[in-house]
């Protein structure tokens, strides 16, 4: 697969993600930039650039390129802004996230995809401060909140309260909550102190989120 091929077809996606109603400039530049070829492996990196979830290690996936960007839009990312990240996965979400100039702090509970993920995020962005982390992420990560934007990349049985209290006000958590096959995602606005506005939006599928204030698993 030449570089061309690739360069083509992330300007298709892009191309995509607008017919489908994404209209944050920024997040379209940062698709047309951020090459997801190196977030899959062998025989998925010719399909990189499909909008449909593709299959990593572990029997997780890589989210449908559409729906990091609706994601990603939901967030309403400033550049310089701290985005808290739950669910690293491949890492794409986060290198969208960098692209677009945030400070990125991401958690992920499989060992292997947390190395494999921050190797290639180190090589893609080697002056960018992106902060992996291996744990379990519905605690947070207290040491650097609060955070203008949290995202959870996995379908979480309740929003767990660690994250809310970790997001500034103002800021969104964008988060998938229902059942282990089928989600609503919504977008929390912490209004002050102590009120959240909690605007349920489509039907989405994740993985499961799996910890401490998600679903029991191994
Ligand atoms: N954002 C990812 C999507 C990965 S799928 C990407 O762009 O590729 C969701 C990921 O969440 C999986 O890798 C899964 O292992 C991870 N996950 C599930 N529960 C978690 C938890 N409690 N803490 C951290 N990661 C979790």
């Known amino acids: ?7 083509e077809a992330r300007a298709g996606l892009v191309h995509i993600l607008r017919e489908r109603g994404i209209i944050d400039e920024a997040v379209l530049q940062a698709f047309g930039v951020v090459p997801r070829e190196h977030f899959v492996s062998g025989p998925f990196k010719q399909r990189a650039y499909e ?5 990593i290690d572990k029997h997780q996936t890589i989210s449908q390129p559409f729906t990091v960007a609706r994601m ?13 990240e739950i669910g690293t996965g491949s890492g794409y979400q986060a290198a969208i996230l960098a692209e677009m100039g945030a400070s990125v702090y991401t958690i992920e509970r499989h060992f292997e995809l947390y190395t494999a ?3 290639i995020l180190k090589e893609l962005f080697p002056a960018t401060a992106i902060q992996c982390r291996f744990g379990d ?5 207290s040491e650097y909140a609060p955070y203008d ?9 309740e929003i767990p309260d660690a994250l809310l209290k970790q ?7 964008i988060i998938p909550v229902g059942n282990e096959k089928s989600q609503i995602m919504h977008c929390i606005v912490r209004e002050d102190e102590s009120n959240y506005a909690d605007y349920p939006l489509e039907d ?5 989120l799996i910890g401490k204030q998600g679903w029991s698993g191994s």
Request: glycine share 12%; hydrophobic share 45%.
């Open 1 to 7: 697969m030449s570089r061309h091929f690739f360069t």
């Open 149 to 157: 934007g949290i995202v959870v990349t996995a379908g979480a049985p």
């Open 204 to 208: 989405v599928s994740f993985v499961p």
């Open 72 to 84: 990603t839009e939901l967030l309403e990312v400033k550049p310089n802004h701290t985005i808290l």
């Open 137 to 141: 992420g519905t605690i947070g990560w």
């Open 51 to 55: 909008d449909i979830a593709l299959p």
């Open 117 to 119: 993920s921050r190797s």
């Open 167 to 173: 997001l500034k006000i103002g800021g969104h958590l």
